[in-house]
């Protein structure tokens, strides 16, 4: 079999088992699963960066620049999104009572 069917066909079956994997997390535990993928995002965005760095090939540095660009996005969605899940978790302040203006002496 060609080599490109064998990468093909184990990257759709990730996806699948991936998709499994992630619809099977409750709710309340997306949040440190996003960190987790943030921190592995920053890995990937360092080793893109470095790879990047030591080329001598033109298609390199630019399929590696277009990396570095994607990863860093990835990452700072990510937080941006982890930040708004937090930020439900957040409790809520009571707003305080308006004061009355009428006077109460009567």
Known sequence: MDEAVVWLTIFILSVFV????????SSTLHTPLMSGANAI??????????????????????VGLVAIVLAA??????????DRMLQMFVRKKPKPAPASTEGGNA
């Not at 991936?18 to 997390?25: A, D, F, Q, T």
């Open 18 to 25: 991936g998709i499994e994997v992630i619809s099977k997390v």
């Open 41 to 62: 995002h920053g890995i990937i965005l360092l080793g893109a960066v470095l790879v990047t760095g030591s080329t001598d090939n033109d298609v390199a540095l630019v």
């Open 73 to 82: 996005v990835n990452m700072v969605g990510g937080f941006v999104v982890t």
